[in-house]
Every structure is written in structure tokens, then in C-alpha cells.
């Protein structure tokens, strides 16, 4: 006998007969591997792959590795593995029982004929090179042949895939044919070392479907001694199948002709019982152990099984008992009409197949991580989460269980819905996933567009869109800004007719080119800006279809309009996707390469990210999945302010994640408010109603970081991207992109609808009838007056405004008292919002900005700025459809000249006025919170109305 090396409370078995199911490089960092009460190891290819996807045990040998392959790369890994892990096991090798030895998966992948699998076997176990390692095989009759072969040629065999007694017989024929051709050579046999794999509980887990189907059939047809006999074989038959082959086992190797191997040296092959983990809640943990515990026989423990061994006890009846009961049980089986030889070769013909599933998984793994590990991108973001770390690790766990990942770049839209007919529309709005690398935006035509914007020397590009439409191009022109030799932006998404004439005081027509953006191509405000400056150019004696570029989707008006009107060139966009999510589009792209901006660079960024979030990354290293979870998780907790810092260099980047964030997740009375634009603040300035990211330029010169790290201290949860330079905003397009995706998943909406935006167009268009039918816009009276500024709020509110002012005494005027107490009714985790539609000029955006700073300050509530119509297709979704925290003003103004539309029977003024009062009656319908002040004719002497109601609330909280 060998010493037992066993621990004093593991009776039975003992430690050289134990197998691990479980190998990888955290397992053996972990601890020494004789801490484990087993004696040998065996790869598991799902923990495995779940190591590399999911631990950082090999990112530094993934980084580092030179295989150009994942496949490659993968096999360097596993033999790096099995080598240590034989040096760490060779004090234990003992050649007689298998114990001592790691045993590795051969891939199939590449080697699909017998002579490749062949070869591929040789020159794993050359490459790992340690003589207590074995090489998994199935015990495929195609097989044998090459099997024999390697254990001729010296190579340790581990057989898999059996399930029946043929083909254990046919394994241990195949074993010792190689013995005896070693044996005619003289070669030594006590080298070669062999393990069959025969499983257990797998086959129970078939027959006793059929089983079950046999009790059913035999129930209608009342045949209750069929009943009997069925269920009295459950559970009983893996035992019986491999108490069968245990008996062959001793007859091969109690015969005479293994005494001739083994008097030259030969070791006998040993049977590893596999899958013998219980199945049945009603069998006990350690059944097939029980039942199976013969002293010859090994058994491979999965890692749940571990504390099971601790208190075992040995009782050799129930072994005793099932062997003896093994052939009757065999031959009822038979008489109930279960061929198990036809069970077995089903389960082989489903090993096969999930075996190469499951390495095509790991390699897949293998890819994903390596392509994540070389962008860096997960290295160069940081969270502290505190409290809410172990939230959004469940979280992850959950989306990951659901394949959320890889369901999603399956374009499976049951991640969003039950419904088929929106399943329909959101596999519509998906085509962004591939986008960066599938060619769709031709490069070759970006090029030809900016080659030819030089060639033109247009002095500006006047960006015509709303929304999502245009918003990149404004993004990346106020992060690059203005290139050598190209045209500056003006982006133009405002119906306000100053805003309008403030463009044409900027720009010389005849050295200027309008790009018209618009996906659906009928949306208003687009058409009109369209309609006015063509006319404007033809008033300038231009040929006016020389100055005009449009971009949509294929057969829209807008389209229509281009051919009608002699456009200069017309780009067609995928249609499959929003408008917020055609970042990386011809809406995005065009412009940047009319601009002269390295727009290869940009989308190359992209596409590192897209592979970084691609579909074989793991949850925890996927960058988009794991910014999206934390967004949801902690938005369901409460902190649903997504506070968006950046250096300055890259701040344009707040403005267009804002109105991604607001309009995918603002609907069904959930949402996150994305809080962009301002300063940091002062940790005494927030609540604690904030996520704090942190969008870093590696290199920037003024980072927030002091302040930020100021946050971070007081408690705020803080999510902190670096970026290596502005080109990786490109990288940030599509990550933000993902996590849009993955926030709807986690607050169970769908990110690709914005139902409200449409209700506010509705609205506007039937206040345009209105006004074209009876000559005016249906008007209301002011509920006070002061100074020429008029608020105007519904009768409920007006008087509680009043009530307010009087019972809080604010030392100012009533409109400005009146206004203090609105502010005040932002509650704990509201919001403020001002809903300006005002020109966007940079006195009234200074004046709105402080009001912004000092209401944070003041009143520790976030507070968001739009300008209208501008947010309507944006923050707009959100104010109107999100959760109900919104504490709103809408300003308006006497705007001081109509401007007409042409082929339009209104003017601008009209326009915004019937977009105001549009989204005022859809947040009013909505039961919002919102007045409207109207500031007059003068709008800074207005506003200076809702400076003394900051400076009033100021005044109390002294």
C-alpha cells in the first residue's frame, strides 16, 4: 500500500484517488495546491474560460503574448498552466494510481482530422514536457487509431466521452495494444500512464426522462405494474452502468494478458467516475460516492463537493450493494424497452458537440480579452463605488446570466421587451453595434468630402439639424475646433428668429455651406431653417443648390427636397439606428471630414472600443456593460443625477451624452438626469443624489482633479474614464452608446423609443393649425405681472405661489418671492430646469450658468439648463416621460421681428411660440411642476427677476 497523505477528517477516500475538476492560473496563485485534499487536477473548460473573461489572473501573459492567434495564444497559456502545475504536483506522482498528474483538453478547432489531432496531441504534451500530464482525448472510434499511437509513442492519454461499456472496452483494448507494440520494442512501460473518464450522473439524467415518458404512457393506459417497474429503475441506472464497467475493468486487468505488461512495468488504466455530483434534490450529496467508492476507481470532484468530503464516512454497503444489484438493474432496463447502448451514443454525439461549443467559447474568450487588454480601456477607468459596489457586482451577475452581452450583438431585442411588435422596431434601431467596423460610412467617400470642402474654401459650414441629427458635429468641432486651411461650424438647432439673424451677421453666403440633417427628414424645425437660408441664397443671386448638402435616410422628404432643389450631394445614413446613436455616422462623420478633422482616427477609436465591448468580453471587463450597470443601479438607488465632469479641453462631450442619457432613458416614469456643463463645485454643494464621472484627458492642462478627488472623499460615488488624448472620444461615442443600451436593460425600458418627444410635436403642430386657421396662437392671461415680466402658471399652482410668498416672507418683490417659493419645492432628490427659449447668446447663457452654480449651492439640488427647441429632442423625453423630480421654468421673450418661413404659412416667431406652448401643455398634462416666466422684450432685465428669488433664497438659509 501507498501512504494516504489524507487529512484526518477526510476517511474515505483517500487523497490519491481524488481529481479536481478545476485548473487555472487563480487556483494556483491562490494557494499551494496540497492545501487541496486531492491529489491531481483536470481542466474545466467553462471555469476556465470564466478565469480568463472574468478574473485578471492572465491579463499581464494576454498582454504580453506574442501568438498572433487567440487560438495560439490560449494553448501557450494552458501549457504555461499544466507545467506549473506538474512541478507543483511531481512530490505526489505516483504513476501506479494517476495521482500526482494534471490533465489538459487538446482543442479540436484546428485539428479535425485524425492526423491533425494527432500532431496537435504530440506537441502539447512536447510543449508542456513533464511526464505527469495527460492529454484529453474522446474515445471516438475514428480515434482509437491515433490514440494507440500516442500512448505507443510515450504520450499519456486521458480517454473522454464514455458513457457505455463498448466503448470503456474499446479504450482499454486501445491501451493495451500500445503496451504490447512498446513491449515487442523493448521500449520501457512503466512511463505511460492512462484514465478513462466515465460518467455518471449524466446518464441518469437521460434515462430518467425516459423513464418518466414510460410511467406517463403506462398511467393513461392504467398498466400499473409497467408504472412499477419504470419507477423503481429512477435513479438507479448511472450507478448500475458504471458498476458494470467496473466489473470489466478487473476482468482486463486481473487477466492474464495485462500480467504479462505488468510484469515488464505496465501500470493498469484507472476508471475516473466523472459527473458525480447529485442531479436530484432527492438523492443525498454523496450518493454516486456511496455507491461508487470502489479502492481501484478515482473520482473527480467538482469544486460544491469539497466541504462535502470533510465530515465523510466510509460504509461499504451501499458500494457493496450496487455493484451486486448492478446487472439485474441492467437487465429490468432493458425490459421497460430503454436501449441504454442508443442513450450512450446520444450523450457522446452531445459531448462532441458541446465540447467544441465550449472551446469555441474560450477562444472566443481568449480574443476578447486580449483585444479589451490591448485598448486599455479598463485600465484607464477607476470607480469608487462604496456602499454600491456590491450592488452593481449582482447586477453584473445578472445581465451576465442572462447573456445580456452576447444576446445583444445578437441584435436579440427580448433584452428590452415582451412585446413583438416593439422587438421588431428596437432590432430596427440596433445597426449602431457594427457600425464602426462593418464599412458602411465609406471611408473613401469621407475622404472625397473633405478633399472637396478645401478645394471649395468655404469659410464656414452651417450645420441645419435638431438633436441627435447634429450634435456630434458640434461635439467634435468644440473639442478639435477650427483646422488650417478649413471652414469653422456654426451649428444652428434653434426656430428663435435672433438666433437665426445671428447666423447670417456671422457668415458670408456665397463661402458657405449648409449641411441639412435630419434622419426622418420631415422634422419641422429643420425644413424651415432649410427653406429660409435657400431662399436667402437665391436672394444673394447664388446658385443656391450649390451651397446645400443633405443627410438622411433613403426616401424621406428631406431627400425629396435635395433632388427638387439641386443639392450639392445628397448622403444616404443606415437607417437602422436613432439619431442619438448615429454618433459614428455620416451625421457625425460627414461634417468632421468637411471640417478637415482626422476623422480616421476618430472612428479607429471607435472601433478599439466597439472589439472592447465586443460580444466574448465578459460583463466585468466589458467597459460599456459595466458604465451602463452602474448608471442603472445606482439611478434604482436614488442617485439618478449622472453628474458629468471633464476636462475642459473635452467638455463638448457633456452636452451630446446628455441628450443620449435623457432621451434613451427618460420614459415609463424612470430615467437618469444627466447634469453637463458648469462648474465642479464643493462637495457641501451636492446631495446625495449624485454619480459623479469623470471624463479625464491624460494629458489635459487644467484637469478638475483636486475637486473631483474632493467629491470622492466626501462620499460621492465616483466613475473616473481616462482618455489618452481628444481622438478617444471617439471610443467615448460608442461606449456611451452601450451603456444607453445596457441602462434600459437594468431599469427595464426600451433606450430606443422617445415616445414624449413626439407628444411635444403633436402638440406644436395642432397649435399651428390653430394659428393658420384663426390668424393667432390661442393665448392666456398671466397669473402676475411685474416690470413688464409675466409669470404665467395654471390656477393651483398661482395660488399656491402666492401663499408661499407671504408665509415665507422673502424680502423681495412678489414676482421675485413668488418665484423663491417655486424653487423651494424642489424636495430631496429633485431637480431644477430651466427651459429657455431664448436666443443662445453668450450673455444669457453667462446669466443662466450662475443661476445654475448658486441654486446648487443654495438650495444643494441639481439643475439642468436647455435651450429651446433645441432640448426638445433631447432632455425633453425626459422632463415629460421620466420620473417625476422636475421642478421647471420656461422662459420666453418678445422676439423682435416675426422672420417668415418661406412655403411656410408662419413665421419663426410663431414656430418656437407653438413649440413653447406645445411642451408646457405636455408637461402641464403630465402633472409637472412648471411655470413659465415671460421676460418681455428685454430678456437680461427679465432674468434679473430670477436673480433676486436666488439672491431671496440665499438670504434665508443665512
Not at 475642459?648 to 443620449?660: C, H
Request: glycine content about 6%.
Amino acid at each position: 500500500m501507498f501512504e494516504s497523505n489524507t487529512p484526518a477528517g477526510l476517511h474515505l477516500p483517500d487523497r490519491r484517488r481524488l481529481w479536481f475538476h478545476d485548473l487555472s492560473r487563480a487556483l494556483l496563485a491562490a494557494q499551494p495546491l496540497d492545501a487541496l485534499p486531492v491529489s491531481s487536477f483536470t481542466t474545466h473548460l467553462v471555469r476556465l474560460e470564466r478565469a480568463i473573461g472574468e478574473g485578471n489572473a492572465y491579463d499581464a501573459a494576454l498582454e504580453q503574448s506574442t501568438p498572433d492567434d487567440a487560438h495560439s495564444c490560449f494553448q501557450a497559456l494552458l501549457a504555461e498552466d499544466a507545467r506549473c502545475a506538474a512541478d507543483a504536483l511531481r512530490p505526489r506522482f505516483v504513476p501506479e494510481w494517476a495521482s500526482g498528474v494534471v490533465s489538459v483538453d487538446l482543442s479540436p478547432l484546428r485539428a479535425e482530422t485524425p492526423a491533425q489531432r494527432l500532431e496537435a496531441a504530440r506537441q502539447l504534451f512536447q510543449a508542456i514536457g513533464r511526464p505527469n500530464v495527460l492529454i484529453k482525448l474522446p474515445a471516438q472510434p475514428s480515434l482509437l487509431t491515433i490514440t494507440e499511437q500516442l500512448l505507443y509513442e510515450g504520450v499519456n492519454v486521458h480517454f473522454t466521452h464514455v458513457y457505455s461499456a463498448a466503448t470503456y472496452e474499446a479504450a482499454a483494448e486501445c491501451y493495451l495494444r500500445a503496451l504490447e507494440r512498446r513491449a515487442l520494442e523493448k521500449l520501457p512501460l512503466n512511463g505511460v500512464i492512462s484514465v478513462v473518464s466515465f460518467h455518471v450522473s449524466s446518464l441518469d439524467a437521460v434515462v430518467d426522462r425516459q423513464l418518466q415518458n414510460n410511467i406517463r404512457a403506462a398511467q393513461t393506459r392504467g398498466e400499473l405494474a409497467r408504472v412499477s417497474a419504470n419507477a423503481e429503475l429512477l435513479g438507479k441506472i448511472g450507478v448500475a452502468n458504471a458498476n458494470n464497467v467496473y466489473r470489466r475493468s478487473r476482468d482486463v486487468y486481473n487477466s492474464e494478458r495485462f500480467a504479462r505488461l505488468r510484469a515488464q512495468g505496465a501500470l493498469p488504466q484507472r476508471l475516473l467516475w466523472t459527473d458525480i455530483a447529485p442531479i436530484s434534490p432527492l438523492q443525498t450529496p454523496t450518493h454516486y460516492l456511496d455507491c461508487l467508492n470502489h479502492t481501484e476507481a478515482l473520482l473527480l470532484i467538482e469544486p460544491t463537493m469539497l466541504d462535502k468530503l470533510a465530515d465523510y464516512e466510509q460504509d461499504a454497503m451501499p458500494r457493496t450493494a450496487a455493484l451486486r444489484e448492478a446487472p439485474d438493474i441492467l437487465a429490468r432496463l432493458a425490459a421497460v424497452g430503454i436501449d441504454l447502448d442508443l442513450v450512450a451514443r446520444q450523450l457522446v454525439s452531445d459531448a462532441d458537440e458541446m465540447y467544441g461549443e465550449a472551446f469555441a467559447k474560450l477562444i472566443a474568450r481568449v480574443d476578447g480579452k486580449r483585444k479589451l487588454l490591448s485598448s486599455g480601456f479598463m485600465r484607464r477607468q477607476t470607480l469608487v463605488l462604496g456602499q454600491y459596489q456590491k450592488p452593481v457586482e449582482t447586477e453584473l451577475q445578472r445581465l451576465r446570466s442572462q447573456k445580456s452581452i452576447t444576446r445583444t450583438w445578437a441584435c436579440d431585442a427580448s433584452l428590452w421587451t415582451d412585446s413583438p411588435t416593439v422587438a421588431a422596431q428596437i432590432q430596427a434601431r440596433l445597426g449602431w453595434l457594427r457600425l464602426p467596423t462593418d464599412g458602411r460610412i465609406d471611408r473613401e467617400v469621407l475622404c472625397a468630402a473633405r478633399a472637396e470642402s478645401q478645394r471649395a474654401g468655404w469659410q464656414h459650414i452651417v450645420m441645419l439639424g435638431m438633436g441627435g441629427a447634429n450634435i456630434t458635429a458640434e461635439t467634435l468641432y468644440g473639442i478639435f475646433g477650427q483646422q488650417a486651411g478649413f471652414p469653422a461650424l456654426i451649428t444652428l438647432d434653434s426656430t428663435d428668429p435672433t438666433a437665426i439673424r445671428d447666423v447670417e451677421s456671422q457668415i458670408d453666403f456665397a463661402r458657405t455651406c449648409f449641411i441639412v440633417a435630419s434622419k426622418s427628414g420631415s422634422t419641422l424645425e429643420t425644413l424651415a431653417m432649410l427653406y429660409y437660408f435657400y431662399q436667402r441664397c437665391v436672394e444673394q443671386g447664388l446658385k443656391a443648390g450649390d451651397h446645400f448638402i443633405a443627410i438622411t435616410d433613403p426616401e424621406t422628404r428631406l431627400a425629396e427636397e435635395a433632388q427638387r432643389l439641386g443639392f450639392r450631394a445628397v448622403y444616404y445614413n443606415p437607417t437602422d439606428m436613432a439619431g442619438r446613436y448615429a454618433a459614428l455616422s455620416y451625421f457625425g462623420m460627414l461634417p468632421a471630414a468637411m471640417l478637415g478633422l482626422d476623422f480616421e482616427k476618430v472612428l479607429d477609436r471607435a472601433a478599439e472600443m466597439a472589439l472592447a465591448c465586443g460580444a466574448n468580453v465578459m460583463g466585468n471587463n466589458h467597459p460599456g456593460l459595466w458604465l451602463g450597470t452602474v448608471m442603472g443601479v445606482l439611478a434604482r438607488r436614488g442617485l439618478d443625477k449622472l453628474t458629468l465632469i471633464t476636462s475642459p479641453e473635452i467638455a463638448a462631450f457633456g452636452a451630446w451624452a446628455e441628450q443620449l442619457i435623457a432621451e434613451s432613458s427618460g420614459k415609463e416614469d424612470k430615467g437618469v438626469i444627466p447634469i453637463s456643463g458648469g462648474t465642479v463645485g464643493l462637495p457641501h454643494d451636492y446631495s446625495d443624489d449624485r454619480l459623479i464621472v469623470y471624463l479625464r484627458l491624460e494629458n489635459g492642462a487644467q484637469n478638475p482633479d483636486q475637486a473631483v478627488q474632493m467629491l470622492q472623499e466626501a462620499g460621492h460615488p465616483v466613475v473616473t474614464l481616462n482618455l489618452r488624448d481628444v481622438y478617444d472620444i471617439g471610443a467615448e461615442f460608442f461606449r456611451w452608446q452601450f451603456a444607453a443600451a445596457t441602462l434600459g436593460m437594468v431599469l427595464g425600458i426600451n433606450p430606443f423609443d422617445e415616445p414624449a418627444v413626439e407628444e411635444s410635436k403633436h402638440n406644436t403642430q395642432r397649435l399651428l393649425d390653430t394659428y393658420v386657421a384663426q390668424g393667432a396662437l390661442p393665448h392666456s392671461a398671466p397669473a402676475y405681472t411685474e416690470d413688464g415680466v409675466s409669470l404665467f402658471a395654471d390656477d393651483v399652482t398661482a395660488a399656491l405661489l402666492h401663499q408661499l410668498r407671504v408665509q415665507q416672507a422673502f424680502e423681495t418683490t412678489p414676482l421675485s418671492g413668488m418665484l423663491a417659493a417655486f424653487l423651494r419645492l424642489a424636495r430631496s432628490g429633485d431637480y431644477i430646469g430651466f427651459l429657455a427659449y431664448l436666443p443662445p447668446r453668450a450673455e444669457y447663457i453667462a446669466q443662466l450658468e450662475k443661476f445654475r452654480r448658486q441654486l446648487r449651492h443654495v438650495l444643494q439640488r441639481a439643475v439642468t439648463l436647455g435651450f429651446g427647441p433645441r432640448y426638445l429632442h433631447s432632455t425633453g423625453q425626459l422632463h415629460k416621460a421620466g420620473c417625476d423630480k422636475g421642478v421647471f421654468i420656461q422662459l420666453t421673450v418678445d422676439d423682435p421681428e416675426p422672420l417668415p418661413i418661406p412655403n411656410m404659412p408662419y413665421s419663426f416667431s410663431i414656430l418656437k411660440q407653438a413649440q413653447a406652448e406645445g411642451d408646457y401643455e405636455a408637461l402641464q398634462s403630465r402633472g409637472r411642476r412648471i411655470i413659465r416666466l415671460h421676460l418681455g422684450a428685454e430678456p437680461l432685465v427679465g432674468l434679473r427677476k430670477i436673480e433676486a428669488a436666488v439672491e431671496a433664497l440665499a438670504a434665508k438659509r443665512k
